[in-house]
Every structure is written in C-alpha cells, then in structure tokens.
C-alpha cells in the first residue's frame, strides 16, 4: 500500500492539515469543561460534544440573577436544564418539591468546600437537612464562566425510579432555588432553612409539536397597561379596560406572545385577556387594581378568555386550520386584560405597560374555534369538609349531553385550562368512551392557582356525541375550620377545565352538581345522628347548613359516598345560557367500567443501570472558581 501519491495536490496537502488541525482544537477545548479524571461518579467528560438547544427560558428570582433555560427529549424521557448565575458566589442549589416546600425535596446542589467544587444529585428531609442522594441521577454536561455570569448545564430523566426524586410529568412543577454565600465542608452542613431560598412554578414538559406558520395578511392588536406604576406590594393583580377598533370586522386570532416590559420580567408573573359580554353596550374605562372598592361592577361579566400567558410560556399558536373569533357583530367591542405583577422585593417607582400581542387575520380559518367550560357548576352544594388532606369532586359532560349538542364528527379539543381557586391542588379531565377512559385531556398532579396558563396538548383529542368528560379535583383544607363551599369567592372552590377546541358549536357549558334534593336528605341524615333536628330545609341556605354541622371524619366520608353516588343536575348550557332542550335533573352518573394505566418509564422496564453514590468534582471553564 502506498502512503504518498507523488500526484498529490497541494490543495490536497492543504486540506489534510487543516483536518488534522481542527480536530486537535477540538480535543484541547473539550478539556476545559468538567475534570473527566475527578469524575468518579461518571467516568468520562460531562462536556456537550454539540451545543444543546434550549429554547425554554424564565427567571428564577425576583431580581433576575439567576435564570433558567431548558429543553425536552421525548424519545430519550429525558429533560436538560441550564441555571446561569450572573453572581456566583459558593454554589447554587435547585430543587422541586410537591407545592414548592423546602422540606422532602429533591435536589441539585452545586457547591465548594473552599478547594474544589462539586456537583451532586441529593435530597432535603422534614427538617431542611440536605444529604447527597445514594442513586445520582442527575447528570453533568457542562460548566462555563462567562463575563455574563456562570452557567450550569446537565440533565435527568422524567423518572429514575428512585423514591427521593420527583417524577417530572406534564403540568405545573414547583422549583425551589437558593445560593450559598459561603463554602461548606460537606454537604450534611446544608440545611435550606439558613440559606436565601424561593419558589418559582414551571411547565417544564412541553408539546414537541412545530408550530403552523402565520398567513402573509396577518395583523397585530396589543392589549397594553397604560405605563403604570407597579405598586409597592408583594402581590397585585391590575385591570385595565380595552377597547377593539370601532367597527372592526371578525377576524381570527391565530396567535399570541408576551409582551413584557424590559426589566420587569422576573416581576411581571402572568396575564389574561378576557372578552367582556356582548349583551353589554358599553363597558366603564378603568385601569387598577382589580380588587379595588373603585372597579365598576361590570367588569365581572369580563370572563371569557381570549388568552392566558404565565412566566416561561412561549407564543399560543392556534392549529392550522382554525382561529378564534374577534370582533364582529357576534362579539364584545371589549376586553379586559388583568395582569399579575409578583414584587415580593417591593421595588419601588418601576413603571410597566406589558400586556399580549394578539395575532390576527380578515382571512377566516375554516374552522372558529370555541371555548367550553367543564367540570362543577359554581354552586355552594358542591362543598368539601375543613381538614381534608386529599378531598376530591368530579364533575361530569355527560354522554346525553354530548349527544344532543355535538356534531355528527365532534369536536378536536387542543388545549386547555385549569382552574381552582386556593384549596386546589390537582385536576385531572378525562375522557370516557363506552364505558372505559380512553384519553387524559390533561392532568395537573400539582396544580396552583397563582400559575394558570392555556396549555396546548401534544396530541388533540377528539370528542365524540355520546362520549363522558370527567373533570376531577383534588382540595386540601387542612388549614381551615370551617367547610368550604362552591362559589366565585376566593375563599370558595371551582373546579374548572375551559377546553380549546374546533369546530365551535353551541355548547359552552358542560358541567354538574350533585342533586340539591340528595343533599337535604344527607343533612337530614347527619343532623339526625349528631343528635340535631332531623332537617332545616327551606330555613336556611346550604351554606349555613354545611356551617352548622359538627364536622368528623365521619361526616367527611358520608358526604364523599354521596358525591359519588347521587344524582346530578346537568348544565347542558348553549352561548344563549339557556339549557339544551330536555331532561337535565336528576341524571345518573356516568359509570366507568375500566380506568387507563399510568405508561411505565424506562426506568422500571428492567434493571437499574448502575449509579454512583459520589459527586462530581467540577473544574469550570477557564480555571475560573465558583
């Protein structure tokens, strides 16, 4: 075999060299990550060998030093995260916890002990105490130090199958974040009450869907603040009236982003714009805070949402064909935006006229999508007792229901939102066909309601007549004494899942509550055994009955056997509000024969793969310290 060519080019020549050249920069640069040789838990470099996308960004604490950026492999049920510190001082730790507690927390920690800095998977107890966990499970890909600030890159599975760590799944996730101003010499030292700590909520799990393009005459309308003042409290949510251009033709809306103020992005903490009701002529000119004494009342009958953005969400494209109605006879001349504004620094003289940018286009879709709200109506005969841990109330779209108001063909449902009020802390919609769940529409195990975002499914799901919709929710009222009913009240509960969907039909309620005769008869029966008059009815209001019962964990489990059991009323409601011709009262339950199995990880298809208990030894980018 010959080596040389006496032929060879020097072009040829040329271009081997710089191959050669290329790959030693490679190698020499790759170096400079992560110390492969003090990696006992890894065994090799934790450098990226391409850059990862990370297309998902939002602060984590109020000022913005510290943000996080992040992306999704569903082939792999993989997540990767980046935490980038513009002030690092001796590490960082970010956690999720079940409601963003300290306490049982899974954790990443990155820290030093005044000589070398380490990166571990690890752990919080009851009491704060962080230990580094025996199964490390989060990965190191990637440390750098930059003029911006230092950055933090690796990844995790969705699941691992270790009982320490949190499953990562679609709905909200609670992060906790903190910094370490001083070095410590284990980590059994670290306890997350002694350090600056906070919460931020997160939809880490995103569909991977592309999102259609946008038509050539598509047009802009930005529902603004008028450049207020934010106010100097932790928590104000502001309202300001907004109203379409005079004589606007129906459009659709085929998309909507953000639009946040520079340098109040870590303040600015979710927004909604709601269409106010077209029987209303006219609607007052206000801009304040929406729990004023001043807010004309007529600003409650601005409740039908037009868009709904939460901090770390990208842009809201509607499906390809289909966009939902604005303007024209059939809508509001007015819209509501209401904007949650998270100050907990209390900064003071900060000026903001953030808002949505609603995309919009003369050339109608083939489809208008609609809005249809499921699950409870807001009643106060829906109730849940006080110290309830886990209490639970379902809310049904009947197979009766949908057979009389949905077309031959259904309805496509592509997002949704959920909504409770401050007891709730899980909603599940599912749908039932034949008897058997067949489809989570979406599921929030660890839902709040100071995160609620329009959340668009990675798969649509349609429904069909005669298909069921359940709607359930889960309330914790271990911190109240007394019972908590439904209603509009803050203090009161809903159980709500408003469903994105096309084609729009006439029906924009589905929902129920259990049979107001059934309940008379359970405070009868209570009353009865707690020594008390046998029935109050027509005496008193169904709050006040519920007030006066002695609750027990007695009193609790009659009342859930009877939401589970008893008749219902429908609200088969049309746009008009009134009900669709027929029989809605007293309605049997939906029965479900057969319920879906969670889908198993990749972790429990076999044995575990090995997993060292050490941490990583990090030496950042540039020999720079942490």
Same mark, same amino acid.
């Given at each position: 075999?010959?080596?040389?060519?006496?032929?060879?080019?020097?072009?040829?020549?040329?271009?081997?060299?710089?191959?050669?050249?290329?790959?030693?920069?490679?190698?020499?640069?790759?170096?400079?990550?992560?110390?492969?040789?003090?990696?006992?838990?890894?065994?090799?470099?934790?450098?990226?060998?391409?850059?990862?996308?990370?297309?998902?960004?939002?602060?984590?604490?109020?000022?913005?030093?510290?943000?996080?950026?992040?992306?999704?492999?569903?082939?792999?049920?993989?997540?990767?995260?980046?935490?980038?510190?513009?002030?690092?001082?001796?590490?960082?730790?970010?956690?999720?916890?079940?409601?963003?507690?300290?306490?049982?927390?899974?954790?990443?920690?990155?820290?030093?002990?005044?000589?070398?800095?380490?990166?571990?998977?690890?752990?919080?107890?009851?009491?704060?105490?962080?230990?580094?966990?025996?199964?490390?499970?989060?990965?190191?890909?990637?440390?750098?130090?930059?003029?911006?600030?230092?950055?933090?890159?690796?990844?995790?599975?969705?699941?691992?199958?270790?009982?320490?760590?949190?499953?990562?799944?679609?709905?909200?996730?609670?992060?906790?974040?903190?910094?370490?101003?001083?070095?410590?010499?284990?980590?059994?030292?670290?306890?997350?009450?002694?350090?600056?700590?906070?919460?931020?909520?997160?939809? =880490? @799990?995103?569909?991977?869907?592309?999102?259609? *393009?946008?038509? &050539?005459?598509?047009? $802009?309308?930005?529902? !603004?603040?008028? #450049?207020?003042?934010?106010?100097?409290?932790?928590?104000?949510?502001?309202?300001?009236?907004?109203?379409?251009?005079?004589?606007?033709?129906?459009?659709?809306?085929?998309?909507?982003?953000?639009?946040?103020?520079?340098?109040?992005?870590?303040?600015?903490?979710?927004?909604?714009?709601?269409?106010?009701?077209?029987?209303?002529?006219?609607?007052?000119?206000?801009?304040?805070?929406?729990?004023?004494?001043?807010?004309?009342?007529?600003?409650?009958?601005?409740?039908?949402?037009?868009?709904?953005?939460?901090?770390?969400?990208?842009?809201?494209?509607?499906?390809?064909?289909?966009?939902?109605?604005?303007?024209?006879?059939?809508?509001?001349?007015?819209?509501?935006?209401?904007?949650?504004?998270?100050?907990? =620094? @209390?900064?003071?003289?900060?000026?903001?006229? *953030?808002?949505? &940018?609603?995309?919009? $286009?003369?050339?109608? !879709?083939?489809? #208008?999508?609609?809005?249809?709200?499921?699950?409870?109506?807001?009643?106060?005969?829906?109730?849940?007792?006080?110290?309830?841990?886990?209490?639970?109330?379902?809310?049904?779209?009947?197979?009766?229901?949908?057979?009389?108001?949905?077309?031959?063909?259904?309805?496509?449902?592509?997002?949704?939102?959920?909504?409770?009020?401050?007891?709730?802390?899980?909603?599940?919609?599912?749908?039932?066909?034949?008897?058997?769940?067949?489809?989570?529409?979406?599921?929030?195990?660890?839902?709040?309601?100071?995160?609620?975002?329009?959340?668009?499914?990675?798969?649509?799901?349609?429904?069909?007549?005669?298909?069921?919709?359940?709607?359930?929710?889960?309330?914790?009222?271990?911190?109240?004494?007394?019972?908590?009913?439904?209603?509009?009240?803050?203090?009161?509960?809903?159980?709500?899942?408003?469903?994105?969907?096309?084609?729009?039909?006439?029906?924009?309620?589905?929902?129920?509550?259990?049979?107001?005769?059934?309940?008379?008869?359970?405070?009868?029966?209570?009353?009865?055994?707690?020594?008390?008059?046998?029935?109050?009815?027509?005496?008193?209001?169904?709050?006040?009955?519920?007030?006066?019962?002695?609750?027990?964990?007695?009193?609790?489990?009659?009342?859930?056997?009877?939401?589970?059991?008893?008749?219902?009323?429908?609200?088969?409601?049309?746009?008009?509000?009134?009900?669709?011709?027929?029989?809605?009262?007293?309605?049997?339950?939906?029965?479900?024969?057969?319920?879906?199995?969670?889908?198993?990880?990749?972790?429990?298809?076999?044995?575990?793969?090995?997993?060292?208990?050490?941490?990583?030894?990090?030496?950042?980018?540039?020999?720079?310290?942490?």
């Amino acid at each position: 075999m010959r080596l040389f060519n006496k032929d060879l080019r020097l072009q040829d020549v040329t271009l081997m060299y710089l191959t050669v050249l290329a790959t030693l920069v490679v190698i020499l640069v790759a170096s400079y990550q992560v110390d492969p040789a003090a990696s006992p838990s890894r065994g090799g470099s934790t450098s990226t060998s391409t850059p990862v996308q990370l297309p998902y960004h939002m602060p984590l604490d109020p000022r913005g030093h510290l943000q996080l950026s992040w992306n999704i492999s569903y082939p792999l049920q993989e997540l990767y995260l980046e935490v980038r510190c513009s002030e690092m001082k001796h590490g960082l730790v970010l956690g999720m916890s079940d409601r963003g507690e300290l306490t049982n927390a899974d954790l990443v920690v990155l820290w030093d002990d005044g000589h070398q800095s380490f990166f571990g998977d690890a752990w919080s107890d009851s009491q704060g105490h962080v230990s580094l966990d025996s199964q490390q499970d989060y990965q190191l890909m990637d440390t750098r130090q930059t003029p911006e600030g230092f950055s933090l890159l690796f990844k995790r599975p969705f699941s691992t199958c270790d009982p320490r760590d949190y499953i990562i799944e679609e709905g909200t996730v609670h992060l906790i974040y903190g910094v370490l101003d001083q070095p410590i010499r284990s980590l059994q030292q670290l306890n997350l009450s002694q350090i600056e700590t906070g919460v931020q909520r997160a939809l =880490l @799990l995103r569909p991977d869907t592309p999102s259609p *393009s946008l038509p &050539r005459d598509v047009q $802009t309308l930005e529902v !603004r603040t008028p #450049d207020i003042t934010i106010p100097t409290q932790e928590t104000t949510y502001w309202c300001h009236i907004f109203q379409l251009p005079p004589n606007m033709p129906k459009n659709h809306i085929v998309m909507y982003e953000s639009v946040v103020t520079p340098g109040n992005e870590a303040i600015v903490h979710h927004m909604e714009v709601f269409e106010c009701s077209p029987e209303m002529s006219t609607v007052p000119q206000y801009s304040g805070s929406c729990d004023s004494k001043m807010k004309p009342a007529s600003l409650n009958y601005c409740r039908h949402v037009l868009a709904a953005w939460a901090m770390g969400a990208k842009s809201f494209y509607y499906p390809a064909d289909a966009g939902l109605p604005l303007g024209g006879p059939a809508s509001s001349r007015f819209l509501r935006l209401e904007v949650h504004y998270h100050n907990p =620094l @209390l900064i003071s003289g900060r000026k903001d006229n *953030s808002g949505v &940018r609603l995309y919009h $286009t003369p050339s109608l !879709r083939r489809y #208008d999508a609609g809005i249809m709200e499921l699950g409870l109506v807001y009643t106060p005969v829906m109730a849940i007792p006080p110290r309830e841990q886990n209490f639970h109330l379902t809310g049904f779209c009947t197979s009766k229901c949908t057979q009389t108001a949905l077309p031959p063909g259904g309805i496509n449902i592509f997002a949704s939102q959920l909504h409770t009020h401050l007891a709730g802390r899980g909603v599940r919609t599912v749908l039932v066909r034949g008897g058997r769940e067949v489809k989570v529409v979406q599921e929030d195990k660890h839902f709040s309601t100071h995160y609620q975002i329009i959340r668009m499914l990675r798969k649509m799901v349609t429904v069909l007549p005669g298909d069921v919709l359940l709607t359930k929710c889960t309330y914790n009222t271990e911190d109240r004494s007394q019972p908590t009913v439904g209603g509009f009240g803050i203090m009161e509960e809903m159980c709500v899942n408003y469903v994105h969907y096309y084609p729009r039909t006439q029906l924009e309620l589905c929902k129920s509550n259990v049979d107001p005769g059934y309940l008379q008869k359970y405070f009868s029966f209570i009353n009865r055994f707690q020594g008390g008059d046998a029935c109050s009815c027509g005496q008193t209001s169904v709050t006040d009955q519920f007030s006066s019962l002695s609750w027990d964990s007695f009193s609790g489990e009659v009342l859930n056997s009877l939401y589970n059991t008893a008749p219902i009323s429908m609200a088969c409601n049309q746009s008009s509000a009134k009900l669709f011709p027929g029989d809605w009262e007293r309605q049997e339950l939906p029965v479900v024969t057969s319920q879906l199995q969670r889908p198993r990880y990749p972790c429990e298809g076999g044995k575990l793969p090995s997993q060292s208990s050490e941490p990583t030894v990090v030496q950042p980018d540039r020999g720079e310290e942490v």
